[in-house]
């Protein structure tokens, strides 16, 4: 196929197979929701540029390298599309006044996109599933954010996700232990890769980030933020762990987590695997209570998290997760010019009964539309030919089971389905 028909590099089709499992996927995270209280909102996918930049910081990888930006060439528009969605969800959130009468818990879910080297657990276009919590001081909706994780990894069978924790506290905070860092990185000034030294004085947080071997040691040694929280920060901090005690999440407190955006604060955390690789973050989030009047909006207090979907899904799978395959229940085998308008009458009549079913359509012999009938994956074919329809009959054949195939009046087809339907399944378990 000519490369300008190939999909764009990292950025993925979901085949049927894989398809299937997302949804059940989707299904499971949307009861898991519900049962939290949280509501889903849609955002557009693409916003005007200035949001990100304004929402996530300037100097952060997202809107230094990652974004997909582009000029409306009908109006000269700067837009974006959306790398994240908290700034999505909190500009809808203002614009629509929706804090008005108390805090909210909103969630959504869809494609996200980065112009990030492609690999395994990295791609351009990937998924995303955001819960945010307005208009909650915490550090109970903190806590309780991390426990509803620990309950979906769990509905989820996932293991081997592990917690890590920290607090960024608030600005006047961070801003002196920003002079403390960047005097002690100019002290190692000539150990600094060429990324480091970029970010030395316009965000030296980040070289905390930094996976560079040869950077570890002054890493290691460099002043801690913890140790710069006033009395209020680290009340939070400590309330939001003994909640996570009392509720048996274990954690581990990690000084060098400070996430890649600029507008958190106070608690962030991350939840990361070892069995993915080098992409072992599944899901990340914290606090973040200065966005909203970053943004122009009555200052609220909020916090929120998203997870990897790509990720998350290809855990689930390494750990065993399978699809549970809801097949098709018939069949429909048809031939000839009286037998296909019965045919169709039949496939509305099973479908106003609740039966799943797949009109065979273009034509063909009997044995070859067999052939598709047992592709199918079908529990039953329903034949129609010439003979039954003038009979007002069809012919019901058990594809998956042993048993005769045998004649019936088409009135009688739904009955004797469902019953035949229901002796297989208690003699195999769910279909
Ligand atoms: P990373 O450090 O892996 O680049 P991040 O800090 O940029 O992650 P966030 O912006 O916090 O990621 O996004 C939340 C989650 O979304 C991540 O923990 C990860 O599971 C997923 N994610 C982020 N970027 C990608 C991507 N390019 N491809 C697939 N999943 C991603
Ligand atoms: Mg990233």
Request: proline letters at 4%; aromatic letters at 8%; hydrophobic letters at 40%.
């Amino acid at each position: 196929m000519s490369q300008t028909l190939q999909a764009i590099r990292g950025m993925n089709d979901i085949l049927p197979d894989e398809a299937e499992l997302w949804e059940q996927f989707e299904e499971t995270v949307r009861s898991w929701l519900h049962s939290y209280g949280y509501r889903p909102i849609r955002m557009p996918l693409v916003e005007p540029t200035p949001l990100f930049a304004r929402a996530i910081g300037a100097v952060t990888d997202i809107v230094e390298k990652e974004m997909y930006s582009f000029t409306d060439s009908l109006n000269g528009e700067q837009l974006t599309l959306r790398p994240e969605g908290t700034a999505g969800c909190v500009r809808a959130v203002m614009q629509h006044n929706l804090l008005y009468d108390g805090p909210k818990r909103l969630w959504y879910q869809g494609p996200m996109f980065r112009h990030e080297r492609p690999q395994k657990g990295r791609y351009r276009q990937f998924h995303q599933i955001g819960v945010e919590a307005l208009g909650l001081v915490g550090p109970d909706i903190d806590a309780e954010q991390i426990a509803m994780c620990q309950r979906l990894w769990d509905d989820l069978g996932l293991q081997d996700i592990r917690l890590e924790l920290n607090s960024l506290g608030q600005v006047e905070e961070r801003q002196q232990h920003r002079s403390a860092l960047i005097a002690h990185f100019e002290k190692h000034a000539d150990q600094l890769d060429a990324d480091a030294q970029r970010r030395l004085h316009s965000n030296p947080l980040r070289i905390l980030d930094s996976k560079n071997p040869a950077m570890q040691e002054i890493v290691e040694a460099a002043p801690r933020l913890i140790d710069y929280l006033g009395e209020q920060s680290l009340q939070h901090f400590a309330g939001v762990q003994s909640l996570l005690k009392e509720l048996n999440i274990p954690y581990r407190i990690n000084p060098r987590l400070v996430r890649g955006l600029d507008y958190y604060n106070l608690t962030v955390f991350e939840w990361v695997t070892d069995s993915l690789g080098a992409q072992g973050t599944v899901c990340a989030g914290g606090r973040y209570d200065g966005l909203i009047a970053q943004l122009g909006g009555k200052p609220a207090p909020a916090c929120g998290f998203a997870m990897g979907v790509e990720r998350l899904l290809a855990l689930w799978q390494a750990q065993g997760g399978q699809l549970e395959t809801v097949g098709l229940d018939v069949y429909l085998v048809q031939q000839g010019a009286a037998a296909q308008s019965l045919a169709f009458r039949v496939a509305e009549g099973l479908r106003d009964n609740g039966y799943a079913v797949q009109l065979h359509c273009g034509g063909g012999s009997f044995k070859s539309q067999m052939k598709r009938a047992d592709a199918s994956g079908a529990s039953f074919a329903v034949i129609i030919g010439d003979d039954e329809a003038a009979a007002g009959e069809v012919s019901l054949k058990p594809l998956r089971s042993a048993g005769e195939q045998q004649r019936i009046s088409v009135d009688e087809l739904a009955d004797e389905l469902g019953e035949r339907l229901f002796a297989w399944e208690e003699e195999n378990g769910s279909l």
